[in-house]
């Protein structure tokens, strides 16, 4: 079966966007797969940084155990299996199962043991995580998924619930991408497209659910929106009782999810949160809460029994809500006086439940760094960054600070939030604390977040011009170490070349200790200079000739001084030396404090 011309043009765009010609051999190619599946599909949707995307694509090679990407955040892990075959060729049944079987071995000790060393860390990893955090994987295939794979797809699904639900584990998400998915996967993450409606299940015809409060003897508490929206949409918006959706759900389970595009995601952060409303704050729950949404074919309200009659229903988003509610029933916690606003719209036109399905499930994950963006002394930040310029690019480009999530505008050289929290930490409190990543947002006592941006363990509005210039430098130094970083990653350490298993490639791949190493090397060999080196960073000098860039001079020898420790412990597991003290941070200081400044020079100029 032959790729449709829609498919072949969109696969044309993931070659040429990676540079893979025809004459290209099937892993070149493949590769280029994997690349845009991380970079254009999953990179955006989850906002994972670069570091991120380079780390996991770090499990690539002989005995990756057919894991192409893997990386964690806060909140769960991320697994990918990319599949690309050609016009003349399909995927297994094989494939399918194995993928399916890839779950439980996630698990197996045994697995780790005959795993490559990146593969290997990352499933030590899980298992001492296993209980904390979801696992998403996802199977991304070239061409379109035949009849006959999708039902082996919903058996494999399947198994991989049940074995989740036997060990007790949160419930993964698990998604099979064939080339239709990723076309409309890029067009929702892009604005570009659409998604497919997804599969229907009907639920028993007739049955009575929820119950209205009936406030005074005027009516019911409910709006029903038509008149005023004056649309032919009929939909009603009303409070209902939390006993009436923990009873649909101990009635009929996942199928009331069928319609939305997640089922349950395990105690993370945001369930945890509900959680703490239900059992702490149950009145204020209404409040706090987002509620549900819900489509159904038809509805009937009634005034004598102070209820409704829901046909068919779907919760398309709530299922979050719906199963935290249950489960601290099942716990013992009390539903009286637990309401949930549900939005209800009732239609039978397949078209339009799309729409409904895929609209009320496009808002993106809020993040912990979401919740400082608004922080004066962010907004602050962000006031300051356009008065500089990034002089390492002909022509220059102005800086902007993002700090709201948004897509980097064109025609600026632009740090989002996350990055810089992660290399301010880096450069002043040490590049383990940065890798780590725990706590960097947190503003209480044990939080990183004050340290970071505030002084003496409070909050601050504004820094002083000279506390900008500092940040602004450290920024524009690091966006000359990651271009130095990337190009010697292209040029020397290919995907799944053996170069990629080597210390100086781990060496290259440790973004904020190579920049903390840096600005480490100034304040030792050149603290009397410090700040006319910063000057001379942001007024361009530094990029003006070869002799004064000792941006560029340093990085070899900042690499292999990385290298050289990272070759000091022939057994670590590279995850544990980024974020430990003792394995990293202190054994760099010892190379820092015995550098001289001969072995790291900076031209008279820009000391001056």
């Not at 369930?271 to 009937?300: L, M, Q, V, W």
């Not at 709530?318 to 199963?323: I, M, N, R, V």
Request: proline content about 4%.
């Amino acid at each position: 079966m032959a790729m449709s011309p829609k498919d072949l043009e969109h696969f044309d765009y993931i070659t040429e966007t990676f540079e893979i010609d025809s004459e290209a051999s099937s892993t070149d190619v493949g590769d280029a797969f994997t690349f845009y599946y991380v970079n254009n599909i999953l990179k955006p949707l989850y906002s994972l940084s670069d570091e991120s995307i380079e780390e996991g694509l770090e499990v690539q090679g002989a005995n990756d155990k057919g894991i192409d990407f893997a990386n964690e955040d806060d909140n769960i892990f991320y697994i990918a299996q990319c599949k690309y075959r050609g016009t003349n060729s399909n995927i297994s049944a094989a494939d399918i199962s194995q993928f399916g079987d890839l779950y439980k071995q996630l698990f197996e000790p045994e697995t780790a043991e005959t795993a490559n060393r990146a593969v290997k860390e990352f499933l030590l990893t899980v298992r001492k995580n296993q209980r904390s955090k979801p696992v998403r994987m996802d199977f991304i295939y070239s061409r379109n998924f035949t009849e006959s794979m999708n039902n082996q797809i919903r058996v494999q699904i399947e198994s991989i619930y049940s074995v989740a639900q036997e060990k007790d584990l949160p419930r993964p998400e698990i998604n099979f991408y064939g080339i239709k998915e990723l076309r409309e996967l890029h067009g929702q993450v892009h604005g570009d497209g659409t998604l497919d409606p997804p599969a229907l299940f009907g639920l028993p015809k007739f049955f009575n659910i929820i119950d209205i409060e009936e406030p005074n003897t005027k009516g019911h508490a409910h709006f029903q929106m038509k008149d005023i929206l004056r649309t032919d949409r009929d939909t009603i918006i009303l409070p209902v009782k939390a006993t009436s959706l923990t009873a649909l759900y101990r009635q009929r389970g996942n199928q009331i999810f069928s319609a939305n595009i997640r089922y349950f995601q395990g105690m993370n952060a945001v369930n945890k949160e509900i959680k703490d409303t239900i059992d702490n704050h149950p009145s204020d729950f209404f409040i706090y809460n987002n509620g549900i949404s819900a489509i159904c074919s038809r509805y009937e309200l009634s005034k004598r029994n102070k209820n409704i009659t829901i046909f068919n229903i779907q919760i398309i988003n709530g299922a979050q809500t719906t199963q935290s509610l249950f489960n601290a029933q099942l716990d013992g916690t009390s539903m009286s006086g637990i309401y949930v606003l549900l939005k209800l719209v009732a239609t039978t036109d397949v078209d339009i439940r799309y729409k409904i399905i895929k609209s009320s499930n496009r808002q993106t994950a809020i993040k912990d760094s979401d919740f400082r963006s608004n922080d004066v002394i962010q907004q602050f930040l962000a006031s300051k960054f356009e008065s500089y310029k990034y002089y390492g690019d002909d022509p220059p480009q102005k800086l902007k600070y993002l700090n709201k999530r948004q897509q980097k505008p064109r025609g600026f050289k632009s740090i989002n939030l996350e990055e810089l929290t992660k290399l301010k930490a880096a450069v002043h409190l040490g590049p383990h604390i940065s890798s780590a990543g725990t706590g960097l947002y947190d503003k209480d006592s044990d939080g990183t977040y004050l340290k970071i941006f505030g002084k003496d363990g409070g909050e601050i509005e504004t820094y002083s011009k000279a506390e900008v210039e500092e940040i602004v430098a450290i920024v524009i130094a690091w966006f000359r170490i990651e271009s130095l970083r990337k190009k010697i990653i292209k040029e020397e350490y290919p995907p799944r070349s053996e170069s990629r298993n080597s210390n100086k490639y781990r060496a290259l791949i440790a973004q904020p200790h190579i920049t903390w190493f840096y600005f480490s090397l100034i304040d030792k060999l050149y603290s009397e200079n410090k700040n006319s080196i910063i000057k001379n960073i942001i007024n361009g000098s530094v990029f003006s000739s070869v002799e004064n860039n000792f941006i560029d001079d340093w990085f070899m020898y900042v690499q292999g001084k990385i290298s050289d420790v990272l070759d000091s412990n022939p057994d670590l597991i590279w995850r544990n030396w980024q974020r430990t003290n003792d394995l990293s941070t202190r054994p760099l200081k010892n190379k820092i404090n015995n550098a001289s400044d001969r072995e790291f020079p900076i031209v008279s100029n820009i000391l001056s």
